[in-house]
């Protein structure tokens, strides 16, 4: 299959549910402070130590969410819009079409798929499984015009399915070799060379 979901980050701001409960944390303590210097320490306990319980529960919540964010998809942040169908002779990108022979280059990073475990120092409370969109392919014309789009992958080595069209991209000098090799995830130097013989004849 040579088609994969054009995905367009939104431009809003977008605040995912780490955001609202810091915020939410930050203005508890905020109030907690602001009352306990406006008033004596006997005024008010109860209300205090209410802002104070609300401020626990939300760092435990918090924490539950970093716990199990190995369990959650990071949120989508923006839309699909259109497909992405790379041909020999064209790529259609939306409502777009490239004719291969007006490319003077391509570049393609395809190294996200959907489902895929994020392994970093940083544990994301919204979600440590990725949803495949930071893909990209961008495509440079020969007046110099750039189209760069996000595309997802709905599964490891998905892009794997047009193997041929990116030879044959790569061959044509529109792809360059190390990228093409990248993509297949072609990485021990004997398959390399023995890929660059017969990618010669």
């Given at each position: 299959m040579n088609k994969f979901k054009i995905f367009t980050k939104t431009k809003k701001n977008y605040f995912t549910k780490v955001d609202i409960l810091l915020a939410l944390m930050s203005l508890l303590i905020l109030i907690y402070w602001t009352i306990s210097s406006l008033t004596d320490e006997s005024q008010l306990t109860f209300f205090k130590e209410l802002i104070l319980g609300c401020v626990v529960i939300t760092i435990f919540i918090l924490f539950l969410l970093k716990l199990t964010s190995f369990l959650?998809?990071?949120?989508?942040?923006?839309?699909?819009?259109g497909y992405l169908e790379l041909y020999s002779d064209k790529i259609i990108a939306g409502n777009k079409t490239f004719l291969i022979d007006s490319i003077k280059k391509i570049e393609i990073n395809a190294g996200d798929y959907?489902?895929?475990?994020?392994?970093?120092?940083?544990?994301?409370?919204?979600?440590?499984?990725?949803?495949?969109?930071?893909?990209?392919?961008?495509?440079?014309?020969?007046?110099?015009?750039?189209?760069?789009?996000?595309?997802?992958?709905d599964f490891e080595h998905n892009i794997l399915n047009i193997k041929d069209t990116l030879i044959e991209y790569s061959k044509q000098g529109k792809l360059h070799f190390l990228n093409l090799i990248d993509i297949l995830n072609i990485t021990d130097y004997k398959e390399i060379q023995e890929f660059k013989k017969n990618f010669i004849q």
């Amino acid at each position: 299959m040579n088609k994969f979901k054009i995905f367009t980050k939104t431009k809003k701001n977008y605040f995912t549910k780490v955001d609202i409960l810091l915020a939410l944390m930050s203005l508890l303590i905020l109030i907690y402070w602001t009352i306990s210097s406006l008033t004596d320490e006997s005024q008010l306990t109860f209300f205090k130590e209410l802002i104070l319980g609300c401020v626990v529960i939300t760092i435990f919540i918090l924490f539950l969410l970093k716990l199990t964010s190995f369990l959650r998809k990071k949120p989508i942040i923006g839309k699909f819009d259109g497909y992405l169908e790379l041909y020999s002779d064209k790529i259609i990108a939306g409502n777009k079409t490239f004719l291969i022979d007006s490319i003077k280059k391509i570049e393609i990073n395809a190294g996200d798929y959907n489902g895929q475990l994020e392994i970093s120092g940083y544990v994301d409370p919204d979600g440590s499984v990725k949803n495949g969109t930071t893909n990209f392919i961008e495509i440079i014309l020969h007046n110099n015009e750039k189209f760069k789009y996000n595309f997802q992958q709905d599964f490891e080595h998905n892009i794997l399915n047009i193997k041929d069209t990116l030879i044959e991209y790569s061959k044509q000098g529109k792809l360059h070799f190390l990228n093409l090799i990248d993509i297949l995830n072609i990485t021990d130097y004997k398959e390399i060379q023995e890929f660059k013989k017969n990618f010669i004849q």
